[in-house]
């Protein structure tokens, strides 16, 4: 398997314009998550899906942000309109299931946001 | 407060001694303990999860030791190597209605190893 796929891996972009992260989990995966990381703020959890359905979006920062399932094989994450503050590495991540204690999340490479 | 503290928040060391990383925690309830490592660049892999009834648990050179009393965890590296280089990071999770967990994570501990 290829893991967890997330595109594009770089991205720059000016402040206002609109950002969108895309995320393929491992296949047979139920629970998917975005996750934000910078250095001030360490790891955050945005938002996660089980069954291609929002569990839990109480981590979305903004109304700016919006993530979408619409299948079990992708995801995005829409930054409309993005600002500095929102420059950071958004991961992915997946997962079997969620909810058993045990379970184990596997990780996208991550993409490397600058807005400028 | 964050309710997962991690130290020290950076430490060196030479390439075969040994190190241990620090977790102290007020989350509560809790469900399980994961120590993730994450080398430059490349998301979090996870090394070992633990639950409340586990006080030990290794995954080769890693063991990860938690005291659900006292509620501190502590990831012990042994003999290290220079692959060992990365930041290590603490996620205590806590259920919650839905059935599924509360993520709480550490800043995370960058360890350096040299030749």
């Known amino acids: 398997d290829a893991g967890v796929i997330q595109s594009p891996r770089h991205e720059v972009t000016e402040m206002g314009q609109e950002v969108t992260l895309r995320c393929k989990p491992i296949?047979?995966?139920?629970?998917l998550f975005w996750y934000r990381q910078t250095m001030m703020r360490g790891l955050e959890l945005l938002i996660y899906f089980n069954n291609n359905v929002p569990i839990d979006d109480s981590g979305m920062p903004e109304d700016r942000f919006s993530a979408k399932m619409p299948n079990a094989s992708f995801s995005t994450l829409k930054i409309q309109p993005s600002e500095p503050r929102d420059s950071a590495v958004y991961f992915c991540?997946?997962?079997?299931?969620?909810?058993?204690?045990?379970?184990?999340?596997?990780f996208g490479p991550g993409t490397r946001l600058l807005v400028l | 407060k964050n309710q997962v503290e991690q130290s020290p928040q950076s430490l060196i060391i030479l390439e075969g001694k040994n190190c241990t990383l620090q977790?102290?925690?007020?989350?509560?309830?809790?469900?399980?303990l994961r120590w993730y490592k994450q080398d430059t660049g490349r998301g979090p892999v996870s090394l070992t999860i633990m639950t409340f009834s586990e006080n030990t648990k290794s995954n080769g050179r890693y063991t990860a030791t938690l005291d659900a009393d006292t509620k501190q965890s502590s990831l012990h590296i042994t003999a290290s190597q220079l692959s060992d280089s990365a930041s290590y990071i603490c996620?205590?999770?806590?259920?919650?209605?839905?059935?599924?967990?509360?993520?709480?994570f550490g800043t995370g501990t960058r360890l350096t190893v040299i030749p």
């Open positions: 991540a997946s997962s079997l299931s969620w909810g058993a204690r045990e379970e184990t999340q596997y």
């Open positions: 296949s047979g995966h139920n629970s």
């Open positions: 996620v205590v999770s806590r259920p919650d209605q839905t059935g599924a967990n509360n993520l709480f």
């Open positions: 977790c102290n925690y007020t989350v509560s309830p809790f469900s399980n």
